[in-house]
């Protein structure tokens, strides 16, 4: 999942990225209200994580004018400020939940996870490809029921992959998709975790589900195999 995190507290919004990353998000981050907004309007997120004291243009009003310019992805607020008024006008002007700092992480982390599970449709939370099973929401994965350890990326890879079983994925998209806009490596990133997966989830069943595209691409059977 692609997540945006706005916020000037500067030592926050890293540990936000690199405790996001971990979980095998992209992370994309920006420190004030304005730049979010460029941002969430030209690039394609699955959450988007908007803190409400930010200088200039405060987060409600950032929710606000997101919504009215017709952005729907879900939208957590994290405010320093506890009180019901507070919450009720963050959740009155579009966002979906809220968050008071302090915060557990383990809690953020699963109220990201409840978004994505009520944003997206139900069939697309676990994917069945022959015996090899993806679940999106709780980020596990199995094969013939065995379950198989994979890394953030990894799994982000193959989730990808899964939403368009038989149909060639580009590195440049995996890449985009998967890695946050700060990436500034090489594309042989992604071979690198494809043959990490093919280790992991074929290899030792005898399958050969992911198969390389020419012209730089992956796809994964429908059928598993």
Known sequence: MRVLVMD???RLLELLRQGLRAEGYAVDTVPDGLSGI????????????IDVMMPGMNGYKVCAYLRSAGVRVPIVMLTAKDGEYDEAEGLETGADDYLVKPF??????????ALVRRA??????VQHLGD?????AAK?????GVEIALTG?????????????????SKTAILEAVWDTNYEGSLNIVEVHISALRRKIDRPFGRRSIETVPGGG????????
Do not use: H
Not at 132 to 136: H, W
């Open 8 to 10: 000037d507290d500067m």
């Open 38 to 49: 460029q941002r969430a309007m030209a690039e394609a997120y699955d959450v988007l994580i």
């Open 104 to 113: 557990s992480f383990v809690v953020l982390n699963a109220r990201l996870r």
């Open 120 to 125: 997206r449709p139900e069939r697309e939370l």
């Open 132 to 136: 090899l099973e993806i679940d999106v």
């Open 140 to 144: 596990r994965c199995r094969r013939a």
């Open 153 to 169: 990326r990894e799994f982000a890879i193959l989730a990808l992959l899964s939403e368009v079983p038989d149909t060639a994925v």
């Open 218 to 225: 992956y796809r994964i059977r429908s059928d598993g195999n």
